[in-house]
Each structure stands twice: as C-alpha cells, then as structure tokens.
C-alpha cells in the first residue's frame, strides 16, 4: 500500500494550534505536541479566569456596599432587604459605583430605603 502523506487538512489543523501559541516560550511555541498540550490549558484556564472574574467583583461591590451602609448605622444584608421591600430596583453594581463616587446619592438611597 502506498504511504500518503498527511498534508494541507492536518497542516492547517497544526497551524490553527500554533497560532494560538503566540508570545509562548521555547518548545511551547515551536513543538505541536507541546503546544496543544499548552494551549489546551490556557483556554481552560482562560475560561476559569472569566468565571473567578465575575465571582471577584461582586465580593467587591458587597464589600463597598456594606462598607457605606455601616458607616450610615445599617448592615449590608438590611440595607439590600429594605432596598428589596421598598422595591427600589439597583443592582450590586450601580450601588458599589454610587457608594464610592457620590456617598451624598448613596445617602439619599439609604433615606428613601427606609
């Protein structure tokens, strides 16, 4: 049986994997076998990442919320269940945001949730 060789499908399959290793060092970069294995993990850790992202800025704005409702005499979890009852509709977010730039407009939150 005649040998054949493997050529444009698997070389644009090896060269999609070797684009992606851009800015990798050594053999990371330039071995496919190494580079799969190193590329694999980067996208798997790239997903992590974007995931622990989200997890870490909102303990970030808790953190800034409850940090001004404290300073006005209330804990984080009443001001957010007065928010709730009152039905004023902010997100974690925008309150954060309001909490640090405009402590004035957060105080005026903290009044009409009460």
Known sequence: MA??????????RRNK?????????FDRRRKYKH????????LHNMY?????LKRDMRRLWI???NAASKSLGTSYSKFMHSLKVNKIELNR????EIAARDFEGFKAIHEASK
């Open 3 to 12: 040998r054949v060789k493997r050529g444009f499908k698997a070389r644009r």
């Open 48 to 52: 992590k990442g974007r995931r622990l």
């Open 35 to 42: 580079t799969a294995e190193t590329v694999k993990r980067a």
């Open 93 to 96: 977010k925008m309150l954060a």
């Open 17 to 25: 994997v070797l684009k992606l290793a851009k800015g990798f060092h």
């Open 63 to 65: 953190v800034r919320i």
